[in-house]
């Protein structure tokens, strides 16, 4: 399943430009508020170098990507929680997302509409509020019924009744779910209620053409804000990068050379989300198909062969590894083996990044 990611931000931030740019879809723009009114929805590969790398060592009829899928959703404003603007909207397309990614302005124009000053730090706030307060309501409409079903002795209604009360406190003292440690129990229990701000977060600083380093004090209020609260930041010129998407593999080069640029945005975007969901890439290699998978951080070898089947983890025998530095050195598989880098593992192997596998089951 594509991993999920929700654009989120107050209008005319940029939002759908960085939609454009990280998904090559023609999203709707516009120098106006609310210029995403339905959600624009594109499921993108995500940028994997090793895969291309891996095709020179072993001839295959195709190379599958993982995924990812990403939701431009129209801007929030104030009183989202309650309705306001296309506030109920938002919110139902945020909920069932993997990770938030918050567009922030941190680039002057007198172009782009906006009433009042740029300010970077009162957005995220007043994002942020919004959130908490929709939290507030979706954990107090759940509290109820969690504290019916507790009086009756019920372990896990009791669970969620504890958890629930927690999580009003976190919320009520002005901090986000995210930031404060959960036991797993707790984790459990609340996950059906998909809480905003229990959800990993990305600040994505919108910045100008001469700041792609992110080092102006608009950026630099978003990294601030983003290490006092457990979110992850890149910097991103939306307008640039929807120009590079125009550009052919050569001139893109050249053009990002020119910039100093090493890598385009979602190259960043997509390896920052995986870092804050505590995600890793592993590959199979054959002749049919070159395939990236996704798995957690710490996956054994019987739950990543589960990811390809369920079967494949109930059956799971063994697996034979290897890595892409082991493939580039040999040549080949077939000089791997032979040169005795082909390792064998069990079902206590926790899975690396970048590993290269086989497995063999009994199903």
Known sequence: MALSCGIVGLPNVGKSTIFSAL????AARGNFPFCTIDPNVAVVDVPDAALEEMRHFQPTERLVYAACRIVDIAGLIAGASKGEGMGNQFLANIRECDAIMQVVRCFESSVVVREDPVN???DMELIETELMLADLQTLEK??????????????EAILLDGAIKRAIEVLNSGRMLRAVEWKGAELEALNPLCLLTAKPMLYVANVAEDDLEGSSAHARAVAARAATSGAGVVAICGDMECELRTLGVEERAAFMSALGMKEPGLDRLVREVYR???????????????????IRRGATAPEAAGVIHTDFEKGFIRAQIFSLNDLKECGSEAAVKAAGRLRTEGRDYVMQEGDICHFLTNR
């Open 23 to 26: 998904t090559a879809a023609d």
């Open 120 to 122: 970077p730090a009162g």
């Open 276 to 294: 804050l969901l505590g995600l890793q890439t592993y590959y199979t290699c054959g002749p049919k198909e070159i395939r990236a998978w996704t």
């Open 142 to 155: 759940a509290g109820d019924r969690a504290a019916r079903a507790a009086k009756s002795g019920d372990k």
